[in-house]
T-cell receptor, first 117, second 117 residues
Framework: GQQLNQSPQSMFIQEGEDVSMNCTSS?????WLWYKQDPGEGPVLLIA???AGELTSNGRLTAQFGITRKDSFLNISASIPSDVGIYFC?????????????????WGLGTSLAVNP | DGGITQSPKYLFRKEGQNVTLSCEQN?????MYWYRQDPGQGLRLIYY???????QKGDIAEGYSVSREKKESFPLTVTSAQKNPTAFYLC????????????????FGPGTRLTVL
């Protein structure tokens, strides 16, 4: 199946630092979603983006839907130890020819974040 | 409380046995999904269902089967034909807006870790 290009693959930062990660694709998306997964748990939705250029915040998290509709980024400001986990991006394709693609999400492989207190 | 439940959290089976994983949601969501997660491989779609009594294969359906007899329930059977069934299995569901439009945000259960001995 298709995958999003998510980077970086992993990050190790000091508490208090800002974090930035992004997802890119060669295809056009009409939705970008950002999730966080703690070990042994299901992913939890952080931010949903539906419009090109949209910038949305959720506490210390900020995400943007790229103008080209082919990318998105997630920023975390002033990181704390509980930010540790794996962050996934997911997108919904804009597919006018295959309705099935409009019912499934395309996923990145995740960014593993470690925070040193 | 509304949500998605998966049971059991941990499951052990002998090689060659079929096993059924439970997924129940009380969110009144129409669509439900099953994903498999292996270390470093992100989420891969096994099966999905848009409505009761209907379901479609995802990217890695071989060796799996599903049913959708009730809106609330979407059980996954891992058959003996699945060559490498040990993995973390995640169930998700997706709802609609107040005006009936499909939303793209999927919400996940806590997952079931299946180990085949």
């Amino acid at each position: 199946g298709q995958q999003l290009n998510q980077s970086p693959q992993s990050m190790f930062i000091q508490e208090g630092e800002d974090v930035s990660m992004n997802c890119t694709s060669s295809s056009i998306f009409n939705t970008w979603l950002w999730y966080k997964q703690d070990p042994g748990e299901g992913p939890v939705l952080l931010i949903a983006l539906y419009k090109a250029g949209e910038l949305t915040s959720n506490g210390r998290l900020t995400a943007q839907f790229g103008i080209t509709r082919k990318d998105s980024f997630l920023n975390i400001s002033a990181s704390i130890p509980s930010d540790v986990g794996i962050y996934f991006c997911a997108g919904q394709l804009q597919d006018f020819y295959n309705a099935g693609n409009n019912r499934k999400l395309i996923w990145g492989l995740g960014t593993s974040l470690a925070v040193n207190p | 409380d509304g949500g998605i439940t998966q049971s059991p959290k941990y499951l052990f089976r002998k090689e060659g046995q079929n096993v059924t994983l439970s997924c129940e949601q009380n969110l009144n969501h129409d669509a439900m999904y099953w994903y498999r997660q292996d270390p470093g491989q992100g989420l891969r779609l096994i099966y999905y269902s848009q409505i009761v009594n209907d379901f479609q294969k995802g990217d890695i359906a071989e060796g799996y089967s599903v049913s959708r007899e009730k809106k609330e329930s979407f059980p996954l059977t891992v058959t003996s034909a699945q060559k490498n069934p040990t993995a973390f299995y995640l169930c998700a569901s997706k709802g609609r807006t107040a005006t009936g439009l499909a939303k793209n945000e999927q919400f996940f259960g806590p997952g079931t870790r299946l180990t085949v001995l």
